[in-house]
């Protein structure tokens, strides 16, 4: 006979899991369905039904057809994609670096990657061995040594690298390394609608082929993250610690710093920089789950894929027939969280 603890246990994992998928099936079937043309919940499952998985379709539109297949399809997954890596990685190095205002904005990484994207778009860089992965291949090594500089700096700074040396670093940087794309710009001739319109944040009219530029990016940085989430929940409480339980620190955390960069580096490479997901997402996870890693990791990548989807719907259909940046919904809705976070934890400071 199971326990009343365990049996709660399992109760309330498997509601946080239904949950999130569910929140992530609906996000898609809206973003798929709402446009200047609506496509009704039926006809989307028998056109992917159709076209995807060679099931027999009946009274299927062809102009639906092409607009699901062709627009909306890719278009969501590719904002679940980048969301659910923005997501993760925040969970990620909050964990790691105990800082619960920790993501890839707020340390300079997002920055990072827009600068090898940038120079990528800019002196039109092509690696001869990454072919068409050069602008995610640039962005990941400029996100890892930004990340890699900002823990540097902080330290040199701050010994204890307390949550407030790490952030104000990483906004430095981040402010720093912004001018020096505002350069590029000023500079730029037939490069500037591009760069621009890439700096925005967006992911209109990208295509099945950024999906297949992140998709591996993604799965590498996921499988490494998944497989570290007990050494995440070890670190969590102090390195000291997680040494006496037999963690190898240096190893696992240049682990995580490249899988959070590898995350963070190809989404920003397909879509420009979309600020604050990583720092909202893990907070609303751990507030449903808590702080295991386990489950904080998977929700974290159900929730992010869901939020950017609706996200990306808004930014769409406020103001149809135009379109604004994502990253101006995400921003309007990250920037207030990240203040009572912020908040939250300079009271929890002063009362300890």
Same mark, same amino acid.
């Given at each position: @006979?199971?326990?009343?603890?365990?049996?709660?246990?399992?109760?309330?994992?498997?509601?946080?899991?239904?949950?999130?998928?569910?929140?992530?099936? #609906?996000?898609?079937?809206? &973003?798929?369905?709402?446009?200047?043309?609506?496509?009704?919940?039926?006809?989307?499952?028998?056109?992917?039904?159709?076209?995807?998985?060679?099931?027999?379709?009946?009274?299927?539109?062809?102009?639906?057809?092409?607009?699901? @297949?062709?627009?909306?399809?890719?278009?969501?997954?590719?904002?679940?994609?980048?969301?659910?890596?923005?997501?993760?990685?925040?969970?990620?190095?909050?964990?790691?670096?105990?800082?619960?205002?920790?993501? %890839?904005?707020?340390?300079?990484?997002?920055? &990072?990657?827009?600068?090898?994207? =940038?120079?990528?778009?800019?002196?039109?860089?092509?690696? %001869?061995?990454?072919?068409?992965?050069?602008?995610?291949?640039?962005?990941?090594?400029?996100?890892?040594?930004?990340?890699?500089?900002?823990?540097?700096?902080?330290?040199?700074?701050?010994?204890?690298?307390?949550?407030?040396?790490?952030?104000?670093?990483?906004?430095?940087?981040?402010?720093?390394?912004?001018?020096?794309?505002?350069?590029?710009?000023?500079?730029?001739?037939?490069?500037?609608?591009?760069?621009?319109?890439?700096?925005?944040?967006?992911?209109?009219?990208?295509?099945?082929?950024?999906?297949?530029?992140?998709?591996?990016?993604?799965?590498?940085?996921?499988?490494?993250?998944?497989?570290?989430?007990?050494?995440?929940?070890?670190?969590?409480?102090?390195?000291?610690?997680?040494?006496?339980?037999?963690?190898?620190?240096?190893?696992?955390?240049?682990?995580?710093?490249?899988?959070?960069?590898?995350?963070?580096?190809?989404? =920003?490479?397909?879509?420009?920089?979309?600020?604050?997901?990583?720092?909202?997402?893990?907070?609303?996870?751990?507030?449903?789950?808590?702080?295991?890693?386990?489950?904080?990791? %998977?929700?974290?990548?159900?929730?992010?894929?869901?939020?950017?989807?609706?996200?990306?719907?808004?930014?769409?259909?406020?103001?149809? %027939?135009?379109?604004?940046? #994502?990253?101006?919904?995400?921003?309007?809705?990250?920037?207030?969280?990240?203040?009572?976070?912020?908040?939250?934890?300079?009271?929890?400071?002063?009362? &300890?």
């Amino acid at each position: @006979m199971q326990k009343p603890f365990t049996r709660t246990y399992l109760n309330k994992k498997g509601f946080a899991y239904t949950a999130g998928a569910s929140f992530l099936v #609906i996000s898609m079937l809206l &973003g798929i369905s709402i446009g200047s043309v609506s496509i009704p919940v039926r006809a989307i499952v028998n056109i992917i039904g159709s076209e995807i998985f060679r099931l027999q379709g009946e009274g299927i539109d062809p102009m639906h057809a092409s607009i699901v @297949m062709e627009i909306r399809l890719p278009r969501v997954l590719l904002a679940g994609l980048v969301g659910a890596s923005l997501a993760i990685a925040g969970a990620a190095f909050q964990g790691l670096l105990r800082n619960p205002l920790a993501d %890839p904005y707020t340390l300079g990484i997002s920055s &990072g990657a827009s600068i090898g994207a =940038v120079i990528t778009l800019f002196f039109g860089i092509s690696l %001869p061995v990454a072919g068409a992965f050069t602008l995610p291949v640039l962005s990941i090594l400029f996100a890892f040594g930004t990340v890699l500089f900002v823990l540097f700096f902080a330290r040199k700074v701050d010994r204890l690298l307390k949550v407030e040396t790490i952030i104000l670093t990483g906004i430095i940087l981040s402010s720093f390394l912004g001018s020096f794309i505002s350069l590029m710009i000023a500079l730029s001739g037939e490069e500037l609608r591009q760069i621009i319109g890439w700096l925005l944040g967006s992911v209109s009219m990208r295509g099945w082929e950024y999906i297949k530029i992140i998709l591996p990016f993604f799965i590498i940085g996921l499988l490494i993250l998944l497989t570290n989430t007990r050494e995440l929940n070890a670190m969590s409480f102090g390195e000291e610690r997680a040494q006496h339980l037999g963690v190898n620190v240096e190893r696992r955390k240049l682990l995580i710093l490249l899988s959070g960069s590898l995350l963070t580096g190809s989404a =920003v490479a397909v879509s420009g920089t979309i600020g604050f997901v990583g720092l909202v997402i893990p907070h609303l996870a751990r507030t449903i789950w808590g702080p295991d890693h386990r489950h904080l990791l %998977p929700l974290s990548i159900l929730i992010g894929s869901g939020f950017l989807i609706l996200a990306d719907l808004v930014s769409r259909t406020v103001i149809a %027939p135009s379109e604004l940046p #994502i990253g101006v919904i995400t921003a309007l809705i990250g920037a207030p969280v990240f203040a009572l976070i912020l908040m939250k934890n300079r009271k929890e400071r002063s009362a &300890g």
